[in-house]
């Protein structure tokens, strides 16, 4: 039964999972301790200039320390599912060799206490952080790189996999490949766009490769997954053939490059085309399609805005700054003359606009898709300054409001037909934001960097009763819970 005042049409079904994300590098911290090894976020965020304030995981928010306190939080908040990443050198300090005991040993005791409260884990292999020692052997533009990870994932497997419910494999390969390697903005640093190119590839290849090893060992005993950050592109001009071919090339470059091999087998031709001046794209090999071509049980979709596109003829290449940092190099290979234009408000803190519709849009065509393909929302939330208030609360009133409108965007998905099974909030902790430092906080549980204390946001108490209720609460509220 609901409480008076909640939107009684916004039930959820009783197996939908709620769970909050979060990644190594951002919370862990204990960089050097019990054998982990140099990542290149580590490397990234150590050189002068790269990062915001000149900040770094280091520290972060110490979860490695605080493991057992941030599972309590979980508890009370009434998570079912709770969605971590594995850092890979943590595990096997140099990318390849011997695997390094204690690290799985931590994850081992992470996902034994997720369990003894009943929240189920739902494990990354590959969240941004590579060993480094790959990186200096060529990082993911190197092919051996996805055989390094076959090999990393079969061992991580083998030893937790009769207790992680769901195994992702990769957390937003566009990033890692295009970022990385590409606009340079995040680690390695890198920019080169064949090798980012390339890098798209053998991300994609490691998927197949790795979700494969995982599969063999754990067979049915859990799922497999691997989760997306599919881009919700809008043409400057709907009535323009030219902006709306800019729509195609970027749908292309964002969603389609890892969709269609991931799930379809095959990459698309507009892109092979689009991407010709760069790369003749000789690195795909016999068989290669074949192997990422893995069966997935859900896929793992990450949202927190849109973008809007023209194509900017005849001006030339385009510098853009679209939330991740500002670069003369493109992320967008191939794509010089398409130009991200500022969208209308409200924005967040990432300067990303709020816009809950494009989400049960993107569901909605994922759904008509690949029907037959269940769903989940590894990611969605928002960033502010969060203020603390004399009260000693955080009343984050807009990061309620945003909770509030693109979960209800996921009900309205459900309702037209899309087979969604859970929500993720990013994140359950304010954290390390890869280049903007400790300066952007998205948690539901705010971080006070002085002393590592954890404090529940109105956002916390707010999503809580939503798990408690399974119904949306109204975002009035969320200040009078506690």
């Given amino acids: 039964m609901t409480n008076p005042g909640q939107d009684q049409t916004r039930e959820f079904p009783p197996d939908f ?157 566009w990033c890692s490949a295009y970022l990385g390697y590409g606009s340079g903005v995040h680690a390695p640093g890198r920019t080169d766009p064949a090798a980012a190119m390339t890098a798209v590839h053998h991300l994609n290849l490691a998927h197949g490769l790795g979700g494969r090893a995982v599969r063999d060992i754990v067979g049915d005993r859990s799922q497999l997954s691997v989760t997306l950050n599919l881009h919700a592109i809008r043409p400057a001009d709907p009535s323009s053939a030219d902006d709306l071919d800019a729509v195609r090339q970027i749908e292309a470059l964002s969603n389609r490059a890892f969709l269609n091999p991931m799930l379809d087998g095959f990459y698309p031709q507009d892109l092979l085309e689009d991407t010709a001046k760069v790369t003749d794209w000789s690195f795909v090999r016999d068989g290669d399609l074949e192997t990422i071509k893995v069966p997935i049980d859900v896929l793992g979709v990450n949202y927190y805005s849109t973008g809007t596109v023209r194509r900017h003829v005849g001006r030339g290449p385009v510098v853009r700054a679209d939330g991740h940092g500002a670069s003369a190099w493109s992320a967008w290979i191939g794509a010089d003359d398409v130009e991200f234009i500022q969208q209308e408000g409200p924005y967040t803190a990432m300067g990303w606009n709020i816009a809950p519709e494009a989400l049960t849009k993107l569901l909605v ?118």
């Fill in 17 to 173: 999972e709620w769970g909050a994300a979060t990644a190594s590098y951002q919370i862990e911290g204990a960089v050097t301790e019990d054998g982990r090894g140099p990542s290149i976020w580590d490397t990234y965020s150590h050189t002068p200039g790269r990062v915001l304030n000149g900040e770094n995981g280091d520290i972060a928010a110490d979860h490695y320390h605080r493991w057992q306190e941030d599972i309590a939080l979980m508890s009370k908040l009434g998570l079912t599912a709770y969605r971590f990443s594995f850092a890979w050198p943590r595990i096997q300090p140099l990318g390849s060799g011997p695997f390094n005991p204690a690290g799985i040993d931590f994850y081992s005791r992470l996902v034994d206490g997720l369990l003894e409260v009943g929240i189920d884990p739902v494990a990354t292999l590959y969240h941004w952080d590579l060993p480094q020692p790959l990186e200096d052997a060529g990082g993911w533009p190197n092919r051996d790189t996805a055989y390094r990870f076959e090999e990393y994932a079969a061992h991580v497997a083998g030893r937790l996999g009769d207790r992680v419910k769901v195994w992702t494999t990769l957390n937003e390969p």
């Fill in 365 to 482: 065509g994922l759904g008509d898709a690949y029907p037959d393909l269940p769903l989940i929302i590894t990611e969605n939330g928002a960033a502010f300054h969060d203020d603390v208030s004399e009260d000693g609360r955080v009343h984050d009133a807009g990061r309620v409001d945003y909770l509030h409108s693109h979960i209800s965007a996921v009900h309205d998905a459900i309702k037209a037909g899309v087979d969604v099974r859970g929500y993720f909030v990013w994140s359950l902790m304010d954290n390390f934001e890869w280049g903007y430092g400790f300066d952007r906080r998205f948690g539901v549980i705010r971080i006070d960097y002085d002393t590592l204390e954890r404090h529940w946001k109105d956002s916390a108490f707010w999503y809580r009763e939503l798990i408690r209720t399974r119904t949306i609460p109204p975002v009035e509220i969320a200040p009078t819970l506690s």
